[in-house]
């Protein structure tokens, strides 16, 4: 099979693939016990460079928490004295205190090839004029994407997120190609052209990178189909750099983690043990390339599954499927344990139902609620009470079908729920309140 790619590493077997995560799990090992916390831990755990030998030795090798990146902060982890350090960002830290990571010179260069083969592999092109619609600053979004594009070629606009009156004449005054943007905010987006009555089909769109945030098929089909273009989705996190972990690929069918600079494993949350290929547990990454802060099998707290099967792109880098979520997300509520996407998914594929909405956990005396605010399109927000009370009773009977727990729904106008520039906050808790 002929694939063009951006690197030649995309297109290595199997086996050779192994051998050079191996050859790199080795120097990785190395690598972090220059840091004095990673030399402690080694020493304790009785492991030494020499005895990684095979990529399933990471096994051996202590896991790293996100506590623990907090508690060795500001430069616990640094491999190297922070004067070869050229780069810092923090994860967005949505729970507790940030968390920071340092890049050196040749980590950001490597950063920049593994975002630039992820654009090139669906297709963006140096002739391209690519929008960066996500903030820049702390937040990877930014400048983690802005150089992969770069470094591909294009002509980069750094519009940063939010302003949409503004995202909006970008886009239009230069024949803008290809965007990055939050999937929520593109559908928020979306209803902005709307008010000003323009389509966004009308464009020179044809591709979008969405990620940053969990979100669901039908939510990627709503974006492709308003915007008429092509949407994949792209997975990362500050501590393994940004974006640029794990791509789909033109098939859109899971998300391929370059495993020339990401060993991933797949654990059962609770046991830790790895889990076979199709069933879901928290992803486990452990760097292969990165000399200023190498992370040893990283707990990202995300949950997927790797898929199994080959992917007829050729490229046989492992494909991990959509995340469902953190394991933070989970709601508990009555017992039952629900994700905040399976409410979306049932959401999104409700004709009726607009661009927004959001979960609201409250306690009534002892019993604890679901309340779902969902945004309703004009065409359908109707003066009919019984039309609204219908399509209240169907959208509640279809979530009960998902989640086994009956919530409340309101129907609200569209435009009404909270937007957010960056990743959206699917649920509010207020039990405690
Ligand atoms: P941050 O380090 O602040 O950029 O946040 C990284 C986290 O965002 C990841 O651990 C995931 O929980 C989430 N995330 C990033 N990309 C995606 C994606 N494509 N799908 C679902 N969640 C994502
Ligand atoms: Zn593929």
Same mark, same amino acid.
């Given at each position: #099979? ?5 690197? +030649?590493?995309?297109?290595? &077997?199997?086996? /050779? ?46 896991? @790293?928490? !996100?506590?623990?990146? =907090? ?10 004295? %922070?004067?070869? #350090? ?5 994860? /967005?830290?949505?729970?507790? /205190?940030? @968390?920071?990571?340092?890049?050196? !010179? ?44 770069? +470094? ?38 979306? @209803? ?9 089909? /009308? ?9 940053? *945030?969990?979100?669901? *098929? ?21 501590? #393994? ?31 830790? *043990? ?14 292969? @390339?990165?000399?200023? #802060? ?27 499927? =959509? ?28 004709? $009726? ?8 956990? $409250? ?12 945004? %309703?399109?004009?065409?359908?927000? %109707?003066? &009919?009470?019984?039309?609204? +009370? ?11 079908? $998902? ?9 609200? *106008? ?10 959206? +906050? ?5 039990? $405690?309140?």
């Amino acid at each position: #099979m002929h694939t063009e790619v951006f690197h +030649k590493n995309e297109l290595l &077997d199997r086996e /050779s693939l192994d051998k050079l995560q191996a050859i790199r799990l080795k120097n990785t090992v190395f690598q972090a016990s220059r840091s004095k916390f990673y030399r402690d831990q080694l020493y304790h755990a009785g492991i030494k460079v020499a005895d990684m030998q095979t990529v399933d030795d990471v096994r051996r090798l202590p896991f @790293t928490t !996100k506590e623990i990146l =907090r508690t060795q902060y500001p430069y616990g982890m640094l491999a190297l004295p %922070v004067e070869k #350090m050229n780069r810092m960002h923090a994860s /967005s830290g949505t729970t507790g /205190s940030p @968390t920071a990571i340092f890049y050196t !010179k040749n980590d950001v260069e490597t950063w920049g090839d593994l975002v630039a083969r992820c654009m090139y592999c669906v297709g963006i092109r140096p002739k391209d004029v690519f929008q960066n619609m996500s903030g820049y600053g702390l937040f990877t979004g930014g400048l983690g994407i802005h150089y992969g594009a770069e +470094k591909l070629g294009c002509c980069t606009i750094p519009a940063g997120a939010g302003n949409s009156k503004r995202q909006i004449k970008l886009l239009k005054d230069f024949h803008v190609s290809a965007i990055h943007i939050i999937p929520s905010y593109a559908l928020h987006l979306a @209803t902005v052209f709307d008010k000003l009555g323009i389509d966004p089909k /009308s464009l020179n769109l044809r591709i979008a990178i969405v990620g940053a *945030e969990p979100h669901t *098929e039908a939510v990627r089909q709503r974006i492709e189909e308003i915007y008429g273009i092509k949407a994949y989705n792209s997975y990362g996190l500050s501590e #393994m750099n940004g974006p640029g972990v794990a791509f789909e690929c033109p098939e859109q069918n899971g998300m391929h983690i370059w495993e020339d600079a990401y060993l991933a494993e797949i654990l059962d949350p609770k046991t830790q *043990e790895p889990l076979p290929d199709g069933e879901i547990g928290e992803l486990v990454i452990t760097t292969l @390339t990165r000399e200023g #802060m190498p992370l040893l099998r990283y707990r990202t707290k995300d949950l997927t599954r790797f898929l199994p099967g080959e992917c007829p792109c050729g490229r046989v880098h492992r494909r991990l499927d =959509r995340i469902l979520g953190r394991v933070d997300d989970m709601i508990i509520l009555k017992g039952v344990n629900i994700y905040p996407m399976q409410i979306e998914r049932v959401l999104m594929e409700i004709p $009726e139902v607009g661009q927004n909405y959001l979960i609201v956990l $409250e306690r009534e005396g002892y019993l604890d609620q679901m309340r779902v605010k969902v945004e %309703v399109k004009d065409d359908y927000f %109707v003066e &009919d009470m019984r039309v609204l +009370k219908g399509l209240q009773q169907k959208i509640a009977r279809l979530l009960k079908d $998902e989640i086994l727990i009956t919530p409340r729904v309101d129907l609200v *106008e569209h435009n009404t729920l909270p937007t957010s520039e960056g990743k959206a +906050k699917r649920v509010e808790d207020h039990r $405690e309140d």
